[in-house]
Nanobody
């Protein structure tokens, strides 16, 4: 059974940093895309960052480019993806979801596996 478990969300002030983690289990993910989406109240779930595979190209939405960094760790058969978020803004407030096995160009509709989500709240 595939499971994606996120951690690292919380309440921070504008300008602060947070690091999200997602541990994936249940199958091999090294050759498929993993990444992060977010959903703010009243808005659609949107792509934030992703990598096509371990060591592959990184992709970012324009709104987080140069502030967020995605990385993956596949050592010792672990499947962990991180999202380092710097210079956080109030508009980054959302539930952040880990995603695995999807087409980066297609985005959310193509995601096969979702995490349960972790809340990130940025106060001004």
């Amino acid at each position: 059974q595939v499971q994606l478990v996120e951690s690292g969300g919380g309440l921070v002030q504008a300008g602060d940093s947070l690091r999200l983690s997602c541990s994936a289990s249940g199958r091999t993910f090294s050759s498929v895309a993993m990444g992060w989406f977010r959903q703010a109240p009243g808005k659609e779930r949107e792509f934030v960052a992703g990598t096509s595979r371990v060591g592959g190209t990184q992709y970012y939405s324009w709104s987080v480019q140069a502030r967020f960094t995605i990385s993956r760790d596949n050592a010792n058969a672990t499947n962990t993806v991180y999202l380092q978020m710097n210079s956080l803004k109030p508009e980054d407030t959302a539930v952040y979801y880990c995603a695995a096995d999807f087409n980066i160009g297609t985005g959310a509709p193509s995601v096969r596996h979702w995490g349960q989500g972790t809340q990130v709240t940025v106060s001004s």
